[in-house]
């Protein structure tokens, strides 16, 4: 649908309605993780909790999504000269991250599964262990949500795709990759908070 | 017709004394914005031949009214606080060094769980006696401090003693301690002043201040039925 | 422009046209505020009569009344509320004010909407779910309202089909819609306005309309992590609340009031917006303070953000910390207290014309006034120990919010109606209208003061089981109330019936600027057509330019903002 034709001021439009729903997202986010950090504080057994998560993999992440932001970043540059092969060719390497992203979270969900970590850990709660069973409840709640932002992201990242492929909307590469390095950062903040911070 | 219900706690009075004062500043505040207004309104009614003013306070001779409104009512709000500060101190931040009667009193839906210390005077030990049904009355001695230990066991309550201006809410997983001393005798009604449930408004027990005699009576008939 | 012609669906249903949504949004919300309104007098006339057979009701048990507590609070702050004075206020009106065809987003705005529509569907569905409509307090507070104790296995479907987890839902819907409305209105104002319109010649509603988008936008993100993890515990098993499991009650009041108390001033902001067009306009004088009014406004939406916790000074947070809460509520009563006496000075020294629209905006100022002042008691750490959760509380938000809500509403329907109408409304009807509203709240809720004051606990059922409680007078008191909201809730159907009948039948507005006003809309045609304007205004000058002059050799005291003067 094309948006409105009286237009006077030369700010665009979809990367200020873009920012702005950004702000409110990380706010979203930003309580969150606050009120995970407050309990952190209340609970030091967490600490041993958050050693059980698989490091390594979680780095690896880090690793992958990091790159992703690099190829939307790419994506973004070859979309200001309309160039139309690499703009797909970066979006479908981005998406091939998110994809290896999403992969190795549910290797890790199984895994934490199989060892009765679970989103409520009824084998802690009655184990008298509430609170660190708490702590894998914060975990799946905080990795999941930023899970369905990736797909999220995913799923627009395939509408522009779209678009470009019909040589359309080139200004709305630059939203899709906002978007993804907005879902970069959180999970920069998550990865330490709930792997590293032991 | 009273305002309030009898003041029968050390701070009822302290609490009243509040509410007049916040009242004597919110009327004033009230009567003169009020009186400008219809003033104004009956005043400055429509005319063809009236030319309006057109201040449009930006300058501060023009905002000096506003501003001096908006002076008055933080200088209330300031001697609000400054005049409530004992009163909160008393309330909330000690309990009495001297904790003539130590009371566990718990929330459940729907009636509240007393916890009173067994012959050796101790709360929280073996020989504690609960009194858990609803509707019954405790009873606790007038002119002593009588320490609560506010918890709950389910949903959030809260102990509303309306007589003794004491409200605090029982919280899952908290035990909140506050105090309270009675300075006049009688049966009172405690009240639950938070949504618990279905049967919220019928959530009711009762608190029998009486004379220290008297109250070592009921103690002892308590412990002598709990040794039965 | 945008003179293409268009089927009935896309120009009423889903029309992407921003006066459509607005009254769209109009429409739902009023519904809702008949279902709201129609549980209130359910429930007072239980309070008052708690024996008697309810006339188009029956019976009523406790877990209905508290059922029918929770939805009348949470349907009349979010789906009247929110949807009447931000969003259906904003759609009519940003655009218009700002001199332009639309919103800068259309189609976000009409997928807002149905957004919103999705959400009250919900909300309405869970009032007839197996086992009934959610009855824990609109505030949601857990354990009450998770259902989790211990419970680490809830039945998935069951638990999502339940009264609470839907209302949490819709309220996500909710919420979700109104940030993309938000979104839109704040690119909008950033974007869309007229030539020559700055940001200190907006008329003051474009701003309260953004002040009031920003401080949701700003608060929400708090109540919707933590409705999300209300969610799951109700659903999953998680104990996020469950203090047997780790988890804080409390957590969640922090989250929620974090949201609660800025939301009172999202509501707040438009009134004053509406109020801030009015008052000068029938006060023939610039409005007083302008810039004085955004500042103040700017510092409330930060001090709103440092206040939460003066809802739960019982409910065992540091005392030393409820001190600092304390300071910083009545603090937020200053910039307001700034911000209507304003408004008097406007008032005060004008030609004052004495219109409908008036008359609504001197009744908000007068009883918003009792609810403003009633707040030093609760915001004063002390006294609130013993007014919190008693009647006293109840009565002062009804005086905060109903003004905010009806009055703000109502003065804004009869001044804008002939705009967007084309035709004027009965103004003897109106009149009769104002003065029974105005009248019967006041009946309404001063008894419930004194009821609270005298101790009665807010949200019981009955007062029946505590002798104290159910002195002569108490009852007397009661009957008051009731009465008086019965009555208040009649009055609305003149109202009703004037809107029907004046939209229909009612006289042609034989000028498109009939109150004299210097803003953009009364530029347009009445009412305004698909794309608002037939030539685009350019704006010269403030939108309150009142007082006598000679324009063209005749004489007049208003310049509308567009008008080219000759130099």
Redesign the interface.
Known sequence: MQSTTVSLRRVPQGRLALWLLIAGELIIFGSAIVVYLLLRLRYPEWGAEAAKTHLSLGAFNTLVLLVSSYFAAKAHEASLKKLKGKVLRYLSLTVLCGLIFLGVKSYEYTEKISHGYTFTSPKLVEAGQGAAALFWSFYYFLTGLHALHVLVGLIAIGFIMYYVKNNKHFHRVELVALYWHMVDLIWIFLFPLLYIMQ | ?????EAVSTYAHE?DK??WL?TL??GL??FI??G??IY??IR????PQ?????????TFR??R??AL??AL??F???Y??YD??D??DK???SVPEEKDLHIAITGRQWNWIFTYPGPDGKLYTADDVIINEPNSTIHIPIHKNVVFDIRSV???H?V?L??A?????A????T?TKWVQFHRPGKY?L????????????M?NFIMVESEEVFQQWLDELYAGTNE | MATHTQSFWTKYIFSQDHKVIGAQYLIVGLIMAAVAGFFAYVFRYHLAYPDAEIPLWGTLDPRTYNMLVTTHGALMIFWVAMPILVAAIGNFLIPTMLGTDDMAFPFLNMLSFWVFFLSAVVVVTSLFVPGGGFDGGWTLYPPLSADAYLNTNPDFWKALFSGGSLVILALALEFASMLMGGINFMVTTINKRARGMSFSRMPILVWFMNFSVVTFMFSVGPVIAGALMLLLDRVAGTGFYDAYRGGDPILFQHLFWFFGHPEVYVLLFPTLGVMGEIIPTFARKPLFGYKFIIGASIVAIILSMVVWAHHQFVAGINPYMAVFFSVGTILISIPFAGIILSYVATIFGGNIRLELPMWWAVGFLATFLIGGLTGLYLGSNTFDIYAHDTSFVVAHFHYTLFPITFFGFFAAFYYWFPKYAGRMYNDFLGKLHFWGTFIFFQLFALPIFFLGLNGQPRRMADYTAFETLMQDWHIQFREIATISAILLILTQFIWLYNFIVSLWKGKRVSSDNPWQANTLEWQAPSPPPHGNFEVYPEVYRDPYTFGVVQVNGTKRDFIPQNEKLPS
């Open positions: 017709m009273n305002i309030f219900p609490m509040l509410f916040i500043f919110a505040g009230f914005t009020i400008i207004l104004s309104l400055f009614r429509y005319s009236r030319k309006p003013m057109t201040f449009r306070g930006n023009e905002f009214w506003v409104g908006m009512l933080a209330a709000d300031f609000v606080l409530e500060h009163t909160w309330m909330m931040q389910d949903v959030i809260s509303f309306k007589e201006r004491f409200k605090y809410d919280i899952p997983g908290r909140i009604e009240i639950c002043a938070e949504l618990c449930g279905v049967l919220h408004s019928k009711r």
